[in-house]
């Protein structure tokens, strides 16, 4: 077996199959120890290269060669420890999370190593997601993000010279008005929910837009029915199979919402109800003080309010509704009534105007047309 030192740092040798091979020793400074990697090439041409990129990764600070760890294997780690270790809020987790698992981890991309990872195979991972008509493009971006974030995460780590993420442009988010119904419809959905534990919470998202995870968190304690009114101070989600209580998704998420007479009269009904329930299931009744619990008196699962929106909904003859379909309806009655976007906007809870402005940039015709027909008249001509 042929054998020549390239430098003190390296040798080249050719193997007994015929094939070269070359050692590179180095220096980790993390950790102090010395270690050794080994390339393997057809010529000797080939493995010089492989160790001329070696040197150049060690001396840019980067490991010498990418992990052969699966994207898969990494990305679990990786939100099991960084994610869950970060400071974000904790329906954010949770999403991050579930995206993970669902689009991220499951082979065939997750089955690709760290080290053969390209930027076409993000890209494939892409048109794929694309052509699942159940993702929008606003899920197809976030996958894109906690992926970018987990391989951000093996650079750091040393598992990467650099997130090859970064090579790809981000997906595109096509703007879509928001589903939204009008009031008979509705009004027809409250009516075939009205046999419904839950016939009350729809009725607060109807009237005040308020989102399934702020009705499902929502305490007594936050329910002012003499003063009229309630706060939103949290909200709800499953995350990593449990629920989990949590602050609104901003700082402009916790507000306070006005209501109507009609509206308190319903929640002292519901109060009155909810108490023969807790007197119903005695000792099995657990106090958590929520406005719409279950009838053991724990917390209710927002997909849950979800299926009976829906299966109202269907009752109704109503297609594609669900509980955010009553928030948006509830937010295009009050812009096309007239009130001030600012207005809309904080009863929503939305970070900024310009968020409710690309949601709801629409008017029905009705609107439309006495909007010019008022300022032609006013003006006279």
């Not at 990786?78 to 999370?97: I, P, Q, V």
Request: proline residues 4%; positive net charge.
């Amino acid at each position: 077996m042929a054998k020549r030192r390239a430098n003190g740092e390296g040798s080249l040798y050719q193997r007994s199959n015929g094939l070269w091979a070359g050692r590179l020793t180095y220096d980790d400074l993390e950790t102090g120890d010395r270690k050794r990697i080994a390339v393997y090439g057809k010529t000797q041409r080939e493995v010089r290269a492989k160790m001329k990129a070696a040197r150049e990764r060690l001396d840019a600070g980067a490991p010498p060669k990418d992990s052969t760890r699966t994207v898969g294997d990494w990305v679990e780690h990786w939100r099991e420890t960084t994610l869950k270790a970060s400071s974000r809020k904790g329906s954010t987790k949770g999403n991050y999370a579930d995206m993970a698992r669902g689009h991220i981890e499951p082979p065939p991309f997750g089955a690709i190593t760290l080290a053969k990872l390209k930027p076409t195979d993000i890209e494939k991972l892409i048109i794929q997601l694309r052509d699942d008509d159940k993702l929008s493009d606003s899920t197809i971006r976030n996958v894109f993000a906690v992926l970018s974030l987990a391989l951000n995460g093996a650079v750091r780590d040393g598992l990467l010279a650099r997130n090859p993420a970064a090579q790809v442009k981000r997906p595109g988010v096509k703007r879509k008005e928001a589903r939204h119904l009008d009031a008979k419809e509705v009004a027809a959905v409250l009516k075939a929910a009205e046999s419904s534990r839950y016939h009350s919470a729809l009725v607060l998202a109807a009237v005040t837009g308020m989102r399934r995870g702020e009705l499902c968190a929502l305490k007594w304690d936050a329910v002012d029915l003499d003063g009229g009114s309630l706060n939103v101070v949290a909200t709800v989600a499953r995350i990593g199979g449990q629920l989990t209580f949590s602050e609104p998704k901003s700082e402009r998420s916790r507000r306070t919402i006005p209501l109507a007479p009609a509206t308190v009269a319903l929640l002292k009904k519901h109060r009155k109800t909810q108490l023969e329930d807790r007197m119903r299931a005695a000792n099995l009744w657990t106090d958590n003080d929520l406005v719409f619990p279950t009838e053991f008196g724990t917390p209710l699962d927002p997909r849950n309010l979800l299926r009976v929106v829906e299966r109202a909904a269907a009752k109704a003859k109503v297609k594609d509704v669900g509980t955010h379909t009553l928030r948006h309806s509830a937010a295009t009655s009050w812009l096309e009534a007239g009130v001030h976007i600012k207005a809309v906007s904080d009863l929503l809870g939305h970070s900024s105007i310009s968020v409710t402005g690309d949601i709801y940039g629409h008017v029905s015709d009705d609107t439309a047309r006495a909007a010019v027909l008022g300022l032609t008249k006013s003006l006279g001509v």
